[in-house]
């Protein structure tokens, strides 16, 4: 079997990573309270090729696979929950555009682009879109758009239709940021630094050849002929596991900050003057760094199994992927009941303004209830499968 390791390049870039973490920390509160990531910060991950690991190598890309994908994200993620979700989603764009029509890659990253060139991607089909000669009319409005503010293309989910007007499939069109507007409406609890717009598209052009049928994708049927294995793994569990990244990264972190606070925080109303003497409190970091330990093991699992296929040329059925799925919720809701354990060892002060700790609560709380990886509907639809009800299963999530 094929072995998915994180090559040199990709350690050299975590390395740098983890050299900026003070940094990404001090300047946590700032992105919070302002709802946007700081341009020096941002600038400052750019730098280090964090944004285009996923950019075919032809373009001068590393083609990263999904344990590379998890390592950088992981590593942001110690630093700042919401950059590294920023990260996860425009590693997604550029997986996915590397999966697309030559000409669309040559477009975002050839001659008339650059390797710099981010790509956010949304995959819900709020829009309509009329067949015109050429390519399409596309008119929508997409939430949410995690790294648009950054990105000089987006991916929008857009229904492909035939000559009659019946939508026959979903698509994504490949739209520079430049034509689209957008609706500043991101006020949430949580991952605020993103800024996760609404974008809008009023009548825009998009050519044949930059967009994406998804029906086709979900099962393999990419355009691209890119020959690293990255750009052969399945499709839907290749982008649900671009965001695991993230969450590992606020688990270390929330680990990190209350030990290190354990030596010079008191348990209010007992007798301990430091939270490490407390064999309750030892205890809770016992099982959290287990916790995670596990949700890394459980991550690299699949993220294993996901490249050694696409090397054998085997693409996982329906089945393999919801128990995928399933176990990628599974390491969200983990990580979700650590940090809610850790936070009340901590004790109330975590719940400060100025406190690290409830901002990564908050971004991974809110990161946790994402769509593709929320543990419930893959709970449900793995649970069919084991008892022989795929029909049913495809009713909970019919795209995996």
């Known amino acids: 079997m094929a072995n998915a390791v994180v090559r040199p390049e990709i350690a050299a870039i975590v390395e740098q990573l983890d050299e900026l973490r003070p940094k990404l920390i001090a300047s946590g509160g700032e992105g919070d309270e302002n709802r946007r990531i700081p341009q020096d910060v941002f600038d400052a991950v750019a730098a280090t090729g964090a944004f285009t690991i996923s950019v075919p190598e032809k373009f001068g890309g590393l083609a990263a696979n999904t344990r590379e994908a998890h390592a950088v994200s992981r590593a942001i993620g110690r630093g700042d929950g919401s950059l590294a979700w920023v990260n996860g989603i425009l590693d997604s764009g550029a997986w996915v555009t590397g999966l697309m029509d030559e000409r669309a890659q040559e477009d975002v990253w050839g001659a008339n682009g650059s390797i710099d060139s981010l790509i956010s991607i949304v995959l819900a089909t709020t829009s309509d879109a009329v067949q015109v000669e050429g390519g399409y009319r596309v008119t929508g409005k997409w939430a949410y758009g995690t790294g648009s503010m950054h990105a000089t293309w987006s991916l929008l989910g857009i229904p492909i239709k035939n000559g009659a007007g019946e939508v026959v499939d979903a698509g994504l069109a490949l739209i520079p940021t430049s034509e689209l507007s957008y609706d500043d409406n991101w006020y949430v609890a949580g991952m605020r630094s993103t800024a996760s717009v609404t974008q809008i598209a009023e009548d ?131 990580i979700a009941g650590m940090i809610r354990d850790l936070i009340s060892a901590h004790g109330s002060g975590g719940f400060a303004d100025m406190s690290p700790l409830q901002r990564i609560w908050r971004d991974q709380a809110t990161a946790a209830s994402h769509g593709h990886i929320l543990a419930a509907s893959g709970y449900e639809a793995y649970g069919k499968i084991l008892l022989g009800r795929e029909h049913d299963a495809r009713f909970v999530l019919p795209i995996v």
């Open 204 to 334: 825009v052009f998009v050519p044949h050849h930059r967009v994406f049928p998804l029906t086709a994708a979900v099962e393999g049927g990419y355009l691209g002929d890119n020959p690293e294995a990255s750009y052969r793994t399945v499709f839907i569990p290749s982008l649900f596991m671009k965001l695991v990244g993230p969450h590992l990264g606020m688990g270390r972190a929330a680990i990190d900050f209350v030990s290190s606070m354990s030596e010079r925080k008191a348990i209010a109303y007992t007798g301990y003057e430091k939270q490490a003497d407390s064999a309750i409190f030892q205890s809770v970091i016992a099982k959290a760094n287990v916790e995670l330990n596990a949700a890394e093991l459980v991550a690299q699992q699949i993220a294993d199994e996901i490249y050694e296929a696409a090397v054998d040329g085997y693409y996982a059925p329906y089945a393999k992927r919801i128990e995928m799925r399933a176990k990628a919720g599974w390491i969200v809701d983990t």
